[in-house]
């Protein structure tokens, strides 16, 4: 599915009324992820300024002929402008233009040097009569703004997701070809790169990880020159970015006769995973999910070997919302709903056993959930 | 070469006199490179708090082991600290116990939500007896603490640095066979990629650039589905992370007979290299090794055609310190000195003829610079 301004337009409107409800007339957004979001813009620099009326894409010399490109079937919505200067100084410029006074930033992103050149510029640019009562613009420190926009997928990233899911999913077909006797976990970990090129991902979501034998017991080990051995799990956990969308999945691997132990840890997790994936629906909380995998491990007392979340959605970025994972204060419990796609993920890690992870991708339905990686 | 105990030491000593000098009784470190440089910690969270005494290592559940191990030869030097609950909380307890009360942060890093979180949490911690002089603890904003003492490699760096730039110039000599009529600029960037992993590099640098015929004259290119032509010349622009360390170099592979034209170019483009190469000695202004290259360019009538810098700093960034461009507003002409690493990489681009760069690594000496990647 090709996108289509309407499109881009359906985005920047979901932005333009969030911003709307706490009273700002213009957005700033430097998070890339958020800028290729709203205008399809990817590149090392670039920012977006949501207008009332337009969506301004600001980029550097190297960038203005593909943003050009760009924004020609998106007349009206996005403009491009370019500078000589710096982001920040044409970021400025195009406020003072616009005549904004209350204006958004993204505070999780923007740091406080970019943040004190842009209040300074205005303040500079700002056309204050001594006597007047008009205030230099304001900067407004803003959280979750395009992100909230991002947690539902519409549909040209479904079919992004669900087209990665499909390739990832041929490669972990093939990974009991690659875990051999003797072959080392990097030269493993690098052929599951070669093969994510081969089947058209841009690059690796995330360093991949290959963990084997001592080293599965590692929720977060990088590959080491370990050659795995016959008894040994082997917990490959990778991803791609298709399409500009990041797909993610995890498969254990036994070689050889797995011990007693290690062979009621996979049947924890399998069963841990098909718990939560029966309790993916519309309107159940995110943290219900996790519940749904942890009281599964719990019962088999592996409550303390289950040291992470069960999930993380999934997008332009590998890690966004929702947190599949306990109540937290920082984050918020969502409801699911039908567009979310996101990855359920339980694993388990007992030192002197093993580790065993099993990780699928998920996009939310009317009435349940596709798996995307199977 | 192994890192030791004095390497650090030496390291957090540099940091810590350019504190003293701001008058900074702590210094809170959040960009990654910069922690790794000051303890050697690698992960993808992690702070760094730089007190009078100690410099503290502050990571979360996953890297305590690991940052433990790394802390023991550094008693006294570096101490690990972790918590339950979120970075920003345990930077506000660490400062809280050490009595810091003007601490400097990394303004061009921290995110304003996180200084706004641990502003407020230093007020909410302030013992502030309501009719005294004391003051609640303020957060200097600071730039270039950690990154100017880094542009000065030390006998540690200079080794991965020497051995990174042996090997990527040993992947650079093997180009000719890769670039072969009727290839696609991807499957050759994938096998510079293997290539790369093969000879040891932990990841690329930066995103490989295989940029043949008319795309070689786009200095930022993607690899495309495009196929080497004969006649065509192709840019080819790779890097690896060695033992922590970034090197990149750039090489223009000619297939079949170049036009007169394109001849020039490659004639233009090698001498303006040479040109800045002889430039590189203690005591010289980065500019000056722009210039000298631009000026070769502008008398071959190509001055408009080298659009960009003619080199970048190199150390655990592949982007650092010093610039080696026009004099700007913005970054610093730095006077080049001894134990400076940094690329030399002219290049012209010109629509309908195409594009030839050249790139090295050199390591300032005494008397001029070591190439390391030839």
Known sequence: ??????????????????????????????????????????????????????????????????????????????????????????????????????????????????????????????????????????LVPTERIVERARIIKDAVEVEALREGGRRLAKIAAGLTDLVREGRTERAIALDIEVAMRDAGFARPAFETIVASGPNSALPHARPTARTVQAGDPTVLDFGGVYDGYCVDLTRTVQLGAPSAALRGLYAAVAEAQEAALAAVRPGVASSAIDAA????????????????????????????????????????????????????????????????????????TENGCEILTR
Request: negative net charge; aromatic residues 6%.
């Open 1 to 138: 599915m090709t996108r289509t301004p309407s499109h881009a337009a359906a985005r920047i409107a979901r932005v333009r009324s969030h911003i709307a409800a706490v009273a700002l007339d213009a957005f700033v957004v430097t998070h890339l992820p958020n800028v290729q979001y709203l205008t399809g813009f990817v590149g090392t620099a670039g920012a977006a300024i949501v207008l009332r009326d337009i969506c301004l894409l600001v980029v550097d010399f190297r960038y203005v002929s593909a943003a050009t490109d760009l924004a020609r079937p998106l007349d009206g919505i996005v403009r491009v402008e370019t500078f000589e200067s710096s982001y920040d100084e044409a970021i400025v410029e195009c406020l003072r233009k616009a005549g904004a006074s209350r204006i958004g930033i993204e505070a999780a992103y923007l740091p406080v040097s970019r943040f004190n050149a842009i209040s300074a510029g205005l303040a500079a640019k700002a056309p204050l009569p001594l006597h007047s009562d008009a205030g230099t613009p304001v």
């Open 293 to 364: 995998a942890r009281s599964v491990l719990e019962r088999h007392g592996l409550g303390e070997a289950f040291g992470h979340g069960t999930g993380h959605g999934l997008g332009l970025e590998v890690h966004e919302e929702p947190r599949i994972a306990r109540p937290s204060g920082r984050l918020p419990d969502l409801t699911v709903e039908p567009g979310m796609v996101f990855t359920i993920e339980p694993g388990a890690y007992v030192p002197g056993v093993g580790g065993v992870r099993l990780e699928d991708d998920v996009l939310v």
